[in-house]
């Protein structure tokens, strides 16, 4: 089955790690998309990328980092700069260019303690 | 800069009353315009979309949504909810050509059965 699978579900680190999420998609999808999604702020865009090897910053993209190697992976790191990390993150992806809505992972609760 | 207001934060409703979310976005060219539906505990998943053509559009479990391109919006109507509408509803936009997907904060619908 196609799909995007985010791993791990939850996720627990101590203050001052940084940490990675994985995001996978087998939709041979262009663009991918992180979002954080705290309750009362909807999902806000975290960085978001429509071709391998080049990405673009979101609205809230300070203490995170990504990267695009590869198509079908777009991990995300939560850095130790991050002022408040724990959330709930989100990723999407989505065909380029392309008249069509965008797909989404089951979602990454991360807590920072 | 792209951007989407939900002015309903919170609404909660009857069954078989009428509803009617709201959504205004921002941006200076042609749109791509979504609405997501997040049911407790599930994946977020679309509802509907326009992208061309009728402004209004028909999508899943009975909802539809008009695209006024005067008012910059894109309202979210159904004429008699369900208990089983109770959910997080999100609206969401996308520049034409610039793949960035921006949602609003979402709106908290409750039905009363």
């Known amino acids: 089955d196609g799909g995007i699978t985010q791993s791990p579900k939850y996720l627990f680190r101590k203050e001052g790690q940084n940490v990675t999420l994985s995001c996978e998609q087998n939709l041979n999808h262009d663009a991918m998309y992180w979002y954080r999604q705290d309750p009362g702020q909807g999902l806000r865009l975290i960085y978001y990328?429509?071709?391998?090897?080049?990405?673009q910053k979101g609205d809230i993209a300070e203490g995170y980092s990504v990267s695009r190697e590869k198509k079908e992976s777009f991990p995300l790191t939560v850095t130790s700069a991050q002022k408040n990390p724990t959330a709930f993150y989100l990723c999407?992806?989505?065909?380029?260019?392309?008249?069509?809505?965008?797909?989404f992972g089951q979602g990454t609760r991360l807590t920072v303690v | 800069a792209q951007s989407v207001s939900q002015h309903n934060h919170h609404v909660i409703l009857s069954e078989a009353a009428s509803l009617e979310l709201g959504c205004n976005y921002s941006?200076?060219?042609?749109?791509?315009l979504f609405w997501y539906v997040q049911y407790p505990g599930q994946h977020l998943q679309l509802l509907l979309k326009?992208?061309?053509?009728?402004?209004l559009v028909k999508g899943i479990k009975g909802f539809e949504a008009e695209f006024i391109k005067s008012k910059f919006s894109f309202n979210l109507r159904k004429p008699s909810v369900q208990w089983s509408d109770t959910a997080e509803y999100f609206c969401?936009?996308?520049?034409?050509?610039?793949?960035?997907?921006?949602f609003g904060t979402g709106t908290r619908l409750t039905i009363i059965p």
């Open positions: 990328s429509q071709i391998v090897n080049d990405f």
């Open positions: 999407a992806s989505t065909i380029q260019g392309g008249n069509t809505e965008a797909f």
């Open positions: 941006y200076g060219g042609t749109v791509n």
């Open positions: 969401a936009v996308m520049g034409f050509g610039n793949e960035k997907l921006t």
């Open positions: 326009y992208f061309s053509g009728d402004p």
